[in-house]
């Protein structure tokens, strides 16, 4: 019996080292992959002004493009979800960055605002969503028991992506134009993204089993389809909640380059550098830094009390950069405080889900989350430039921000904290 046991042991251990070090690797590719769809959404303050001088369009129209983008990443998302659980990752993932890539490669072709939306929005929008929805549900199975860390991870591929980017951008835009640009970068995009989706795997039935074992005490016990979990008022607590600092977050990433120039400095020097694309550079860490962190300390303090803190902090720091907002250095620094304080939604939200509604069905289900994203987007996109443009100052437009960000603390410590509790206490009686 014992020479029969040994052997057995020593076989499924071996197995189990593999996998383990089979999900990082999935992890690394699965940064990559999103790293390449980052520009799309990080860079596009950098084209708004180029944009609007060769379509001879206004910033409201011309922020339309960025809320399609970033509506449609959002709002196919369920859909992109369940196909993905159907046909897989890789394939669908595959899909995605290349539609991502050749989003940039069409719209450096466009002629008007219509091929503009079409291009640089809506395929855009499309693969940007099919890759992100993917690869974050992809490794919150692969880490069932570091959901935080691994959501956290990936999405700081998405948010550090373009410090890649941002100062390349910027330099090419100047020499070559914003045609030349968006040709050159797009086809790059594409080309790594499909290159990275090749790895991408499924975990096996075993990994997945040992480790939803592993957290059990932590987990729901039954697994939400999302037809069931949109019964749900704690889904919708979530919701509202995710919906409230994508507004925010947006209200700022996609208006920056316009209230920088108004604030007059854009074009000041810092540290012997642009301000603008300097504090785009430091954001972009700042946003991805965020995230696994955010995730590894949720992980272990709780996911409320941390979103608690982060909303908080963000409320803080953006107080504070428009009180200083004419200060350049200030400016640079705090700006990339307020995007340490947004970016972690993407690792929070996520991983509060899965711990809640169960793993089986956590692609779909983020995806219907992940709608709360697009609506942020219709609000910090062109209606926060219809505000200003309405009250000629950008301190409404942070107003709104920061109250958004303070209620979503609030909301986090003492209405969500206790409805989880309850909820997560009554299925396990």
């Given at each position: 019996m014992t020479l029969r046991t040994t052997p057995f042991t020593g076989a499924a251990g071996e197995t189990a080292r593999t996998s383990a070090r089979l999900r990082w690797i999935q992890l690394g590719l699965g940064v990559v992959c999103m790293m390449t769809i980052s520009s799309p959404q990080y860079v596009w303050t950098l084209m708004t002004k180029p944009l609007m001088a060769k379509l001879g369009i206004a910033l409201p129209e011309v922020q339309v493009t960025f809320s399609i983008l970033v509506f449609l990443q959002a709002f196919c998302a369920p859909f992109q979800g369940a196909l993905i659980d159907r046909f897989g990752a890789r394939t669908l993932i595959s899909i995605g960055t290349l539609l991502a890539g050749f989003s940039w490669v069409l719209a450096s072709h466009a002629t008007s605002t219509t091929m503009l939306y079409l291009t640089y929005g809506g395929v855009g929008g499309i693969g940007t969503g099919i890759v992100y929805v993917g690869v974050v549900g992809l490794m919150v199975r692969w880490f069932p028991d570091r959901r935080g860390l691994a959501a956290g991870a990936v999405a700081a591929g998405y948010g550090m992506g373009a410090i890649l980017t941002t100062f390349p951008v910027s330099s090419s835009i100047a020499a070559r134009g914003i045609e030349g640009t968006l040709l050159l970068f797009g086809l790059v995009f594409a080309a790594i993204g499909f290159v990275a989706a090749q790895g991408l795997r499924m975990p096996p039935p075993a990994a997945q089993q040992r480790a939803a074992t592993a957290t059990a005490a932590r987990d729901a016990s039954r697994d939400y389809r999302?037809?069931?979990?949109?019964?749900?008022?704690?889904?919708w607590l979530m919701f509202a909640m995710m919906t409230m600092m994508s507004t925010s977050g947006l209200m700022v990433t996609s208006q920056m380059a316009s209230?920088?120039?108004?604030?007059?400095v854009s074009k000041l020097l810092v540290f012997g550098l642009a301000a603008l694309p300097l504090a785009l550079t430091i954001d972009r860490f700042t946003n991805g830094l965020t995230r696994p962190l955010f995730g590894w300390i949720s992980d272990r303090m709780g996911r409320e009390n941390t979103m608690f803190f982060a909303f908080a902090l963000e409320a803080v720091a953006m107080t504070a950069w428009l009180l200083l907002r004419d200060n350049a250095v200030l400016f640079v620094l705090l700006s990339g405080v307020v995007f340490f304080g947004w970016g972690e939604i993407f690792s929070l939200f996520p991983a509060t889900l899965t711990d809640t509604f169960g793993t089986r069905h956590a692609t779909a289900?983020?995806?219907w989350l992940y709608l709360s994203f697009g609506i942020g987007s219709i609000f910090?996109?062109?209606l926060a430039a219809l505000l200003h443009q309405h009250?000629?100052?950008?301190?409404?437009?942070?107003g709104c921000a920061i109250a958004l960000d303070l209620i979503s603390a609030a909301l986090a410590i003492a209405v969500l904290k206790p409805a989880r509790a309850r909820f997560v206490a009554a299925l396990r009686a």
């Open positions: 999302p037809s069931d979990m949109m019964r749900q008022p704690l889904f209230f920088a120039a108004d604030f007059g289900n983020y995806g910090g996109g062109p009250t000629g100052s950008w301190v409404p437009v942070f």
